[in-house]
């Protein structure tokens, strides 16, 4: 995911606009990506080969990613989140800057209390209001073609103005945000980052359908996904679903039957 959100980054050749009363004071112009393996160095510099000129690639050197960055976004494997998060020196490197998660299924406060102990603790050691700004937001792979629904919620410590606008200003280059409560984020996150699935499931069966109908199979495919585009423009200007189907459906017919 990681990959898709930073070529959708780099590829994009015009800044969206920002619904926002602030925009931010500096733009990102630098990226570095931490890896853990040579092999996914190789895979990063494959993807991105139009924009390595950007692209710092560091192999197991997390801290001095993240002493070097203004910005962090958190991509690695769920089950690594501890170890990541509480490697020596980690503490010390986020300190001042913005944690961005889009890790699904884990929320800004369990991020808290890894990075900085339980709220109790954390207000002990003078970490009430921690160093690090964190907020969640969840992508889908459509990011790599600035065609994500990125679902995002705030933390309980809102961000600072500059960095909701960094946020606003980086994930609109990937598509679409949607901010929702925090109470709503696991929904939000199986619709948006999971959705897809079932709508390529919808548009392989349309195809293999017609395929068994003697349609060729690139045909197929092409035919089934410019109907699902299609129904959902008609969607975004206006219809909803079921009337969508009611229009189309005709009594006796095999859309109704």
């Known amino acids: 995911m990681g990959i898709s959100i930073l070529s959708g980054i780099l590829s994009t050749t015009s800044i969206p606009p920002i619904t926002c009363c602030h925009t931010p004071s500096s733009m990102p112009v630098r990226f570095i ?5 040579a092999q996914t160095a190789t895979r990063i510099q494959t993807s991105l080969s139009q924009h390595l000129s950007s692209v710092t690639i560091l192999t197991n050197d997390n801290i001095r990613g ?3 960055a203004e910005i962090v976004l958190l991509a690695c494997n769920v089950v690594a989140l501890t170890g990541v998060l509480e490697a020596p020196g980690v503490r010390l490197a986020l300190q001042g800057k913005l944690l961005i998660s889009i890790l699904a299924g884990i929320t800004v406060e369990p991020l808290q209390e890894v990075e900085y ?5 954390a207000a002990a050691d003078n970490f009430s209001t921690p160093h690090c700004q964190f907020i969640s937001a969840i992508p889908n792979i459509a990011a790599s073609i600035h065609a994500s629904v990125t679902v995002i919620t705030q933390p309980s410590n809102p961000l600072s103005e500059q960095n909701q606008a960094v946020v606003r200003f980086l994930l609109s280059h990937i598509g679409d945000i949607e901010f929702v409560t925090p109470r709503d984020m696991d929904a939000a996150t199986l619709l948006c980052g999971a959705g897809l699935v079932f709508a390529a499931l919808f548009m392989e069966a349309m195809a293999l359908s017609a395929e068994k109908l003697g349609i060729p199979s690139k045909a197929a495919v092409e035919m089934a996904a ?8 008609l969607i975004l200007v206006g219809d909803d679903p079921a009337s969508l189907r009611e229009r189309v459906s005709t ?5 109704a039957e």
């Open 117 to 121: 102990g339980p709220r109790e603790t």
């Open 226 to 233: 410019r109907i699902v585009r299609g129904s959902v423009e």
């Open 66 to 68: 993240i002493d070097e």
């Open 251 to 255: 009594k006796g017919g095999v859309t």
């Open 33 to 37: 990506a931490c890896v853990q393996s």
